[in-house]
């Protein structure tokens, strides 16, 4: 059998989104959970080194309370995370071959696709390039529960 399920998180609306449906198909398919965090910065000068610090500090933080959501959501699912020194895409894409992932799970802002192309779209990115199913789930609106 394949390996889990890879899922992309940031800690933005989107990713939260895909999380809590990353959860429900690894306890539909009785898989582990991968939560991924890239996060070596956009090369736009500056102390990359030092960005790229403290972008996995926030990412550590961000990612153990992913966990402590998983486990809220369903205490069966085994869950790791990781944090990968490369962009996100890249992390992500990775990480589900590495896995040998049933499938990659991102999340899709609420942004609009000039904003998206503007800023470099994760999930346009693994999705384009993915040679593996990728499930988008949008970002809920505040009126969602």
């Given at each position: ?126 999705v384009h390039r993915s040679t593996r199913p990728v499930v988008v789930v949008p970002a809920r609106d505040e009126g969602?529960?």
């Amino acid at each position: 059998m394949a390996g889990g399920i890879v899922v992309g998180y940031d800690g933005m609306e989107g990713a939260a989104a895909a999380l809590s449906t990353s959860v429900s198909i690894a306890a539909a398919f009785r898989c582990p959970l991968v939560i991924v965090f890239g996060y070596r910065p956009a090369p736009i000068g500056g102390d990359v080194p030092t960005m790229a610090r403290a972008v996995r500090e926030v990412g550590e933080q961000m990612t153990d309370e992913a966990l402590a959501v998983v486990k809220a959501q369903d205490p069966a699912v085994e869950a790791t995370v990781e944090l990968v020194d490369d962009r996100p895409a890249d992390a992500i894409l990775r990480a589900a071959d590495e896995h040998d992932a049933l499938a990659i799970v991102v999340g899709a802002t609420n942004k609009g696709p000039i904003a998206g192309g503007l800023l470099g779209s994760v999930t346009y990115q693994v999705v384009h390039r993915s040679t593996r199913p990728v499930v988008v789930v949008p970002a809920r609106d505040e009126g969602d529960g």
